[in-house]
């Protein structure tokens, strides 16, 4: 009887004292176990007279059930405990200043082209697009490019198959816009967009680049409505004190057609290394749109005439905001973006 009490106090003592789960359930293993110190107590029973036999059997099984229920209890606190710790360790603090996530701005090309539409809407155009995968009727045929004029050559082109390409410029969508209008005018578009060109990439070119393309077509427009426009574009993107200067070109979409010059807004049309001494600085291709364009998109050259320009947005950014190379327009990088946050 003794023994059992003995073992009893030795029991609850450890079982109050353990600190694991782990260590716990040895403890119930060794104590109730058919090889503990009960077990061994319990053989000695046969060889008692019947009535201590009775007590004894009682005082065990009490001894057992105090045991069982110490340990018991001190699963569930155990338990506890480390659910709290689990939760003490995972704690957030909100106040910790968090991971900065870096955020990028408006892309200069994006600036150029909005600061174009804004310009132009303000003017009565509406802004156009074409597909960048187009045909070679579109891109070349409906343009006065037949197959074999030489001016294929000016464009190298990335050809999908026989009659599919990457629009080289975006003149393809001067012909979508007047197939549309069924030989109706007025029309006032610009149309910007992605072009691409078998170039080998420079700090100056690119095989993917941008453009602006503008279209205007009515009755008496005269090159003087081109040049009175394209003054207006000069000096809202690159400040009131611009000029332009028209350079006789060829297009084969045009006619007649002209180079834009626009006085050096760094210099001030003095000579500068900007402009290569010249005070000025080619922008853009222009010229009045071709009659056989015109009658090939279901127009009367007769009743209308109108006129078409091309800006480079690369170009325009690239001297608008000083940047020297172009392939830091694709390059992804938040150094060079992050520098146009706050120019306009
Ligand atoms: N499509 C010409 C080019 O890509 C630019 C241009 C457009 C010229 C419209 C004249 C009229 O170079």
Same mark, same amino acid.
């Given at each position: 009887?003794?023994?059992?009490?003995?073992?009893?106090?030795?029991?609850?003592?450890?079982?109050?004292?353990?600190?694991?789960?782990?260590?716990?359930?040895?403890?119930?293993?060794?104590?109730?176990?058919?090889?503990?110190?009960?077990?061994?107590?319990?053989?000695?029973?046969?060889?008692?007279?019947?009535?201590?036999?009775?007590?004894?059997?009682?005082?065990?099984?009490?001894?057992?059930?105090?045991?069982?229920?110490?340990?018991?209890?001190?699963?569930?606190?155990?338990?506890?405990?480390?659910?709290?710790?689990?939760?003490?360790?995972?704690?957030?603090?909100?106040?910790?200043?968090?991971?900065?996530?870096?955020?990028?701005?408006?892309?200069?090309?994006?600036?150029?082209?909005?600061?174009?539409?804004?310009?132009?809407?303000?003017?009565?155009?509406?802004?156009?697009?074409?597909?960048?995968?187009?045909?070679?009727?579109?891109?070349?045929?409906?343009?006065?490019?037949?197959?074999?004029?030489?001016?294929?050559?000016?464009?190298?082109?990335?050809?999908?198959?026989?009659?599919?390409?990457?629009?080289?410029?975006?003149?393809?969508?001067?012909?979508?816009?007047?197939?549309?209008?069924?030989?109706?005018?007025?029309?006032?578009?610009?149309?910007?967009?992605?072009?691409?060109?078998?170039?080998?990439?420079?700090?100056?070119?690119?095989?993917?680049?941008?453009?602006?393309?503008?279209?205007?077509? =009515? %009755?008496?427009?005269? *090159?003087?409505?081109? !040049? /009175?426009?394209? @003054?207006?574009?000069?000096?809202? +993107?690159?400040?009131?004190?611009?000029?332009?200067?028209?350079?006789?070109?060829?297009?084969?979409?045009?006619?007649?057609?002209?180079?834009?010059?626009?006085?050096?807004?760094?210099?001030? =049309? %003095?000579?500068?290394? *900007?402009?290569?001494? !010249? /005070?000025?600085? @080619?922008?853009?291709?222009?010229? +009045?749109?071709?009659?056989?364009?015109?009658?090939?998109?279901?127009?009367?050259?007769?009743?209308?005439?109108?006129?078409?320009?091309?800006?480079?947005?690369?170009?325009?950014?690239?001297?608008?905001?000083?940047?020297?190379?172009?392939?830091?327009?694709?390059?992804?990088?938040?150094?060079?973006?992050?520098?146009?946050?706050?120019?306009?």
């Amino acid at each position: 009887m003794d023994e059992l009490l003995q073992i009893k106090e030795e029991a609850l003592s450890k079982i109050d004292s353990c600190t694991t789960l782990k260590d716990l359930n040895d403890l119930r293993v060794f104590y109730l176990g058919k090889k503990g110190p009960m077990q061994a107590a319990m053989k000695s029973m046969k060889n008692m007279p019947k009535d201590q036999r009775a007590t004894f059997g009682q005082v065990s099984n009490k001894v057992k059930q105090d045991i069982t229920k110490a340990i018991e209890d001190k699963k569930v606190q155990l338990e506890e405990e480390a659910i709290i710790n689990k939760i003490k360790n995972e704690t957030i603090d909100i106040a910790l200043p968090s991971q900065q996530l870096p955020v990028g701005t408006i892309h200069p090309l994006t600036m150029v082209k909005e600061q174009l539409e804004d310009l132009f809407v303000g003017m009565g155009y509406t802004v156009a697009e074409g597909p960048e995968v187009e045909t070679d009727h579109f891109n070349f045929e409906l343009m006065n490019i037949p197959k074999d004029h030489p001016a294929r050559d000016m464009q190298d082109t990335f050809y999908i198959d026989e009659n599919l390409l990457m629009r080289t410029h975006t003149s393809p969508v001067q012909a979508h816009v007047l197939l549309a209008a069924k030989g109706e005018g007025p029309i006032k578009v610009i149309c910007p967009g992605k072009t691409y060109r078998r170039d080998d990439d420079d700090a100056t070119h690119s095989h993917q680049f941008s453009q602006c393309e503008g279209l205007v077509i =009515g %009755k008496n427009i005269t *090159m003087a409505d081109l !040049t /009175g426009t394209l @003054e207006l574009f000069a000096k809202k +993107m690159f400040g009131e004190k611009r000029e332009i200067r028209l350079r006789p070109s060829y297009f084969p979409f045009t006619e007649p057609s002209v180079e834009v010059d626009i006085s050096c807004f760094n210099c001030d =049309g %003095k000579g500068c290394a *900007m402009c290569k001494g !010249t /005070g000025w600085i @080619e922008v853009l291709g222009a010229g +009045m749109v071709n009659p056989r364009v015109l009658e090939m998109c279901g127009f009367d050259s007769e009743e209308y005439q109108g006129f078409a320009f091309g800006i480079g947005l690369e170009r325009v950014a690239m001297l608008k905001y000083g940047i020297d190379n172009i392939r830091d327009f694709y390059s992804d990088d938040l150094r060079f973006l992050n520098q146009f946050a706050r120019k306009d």
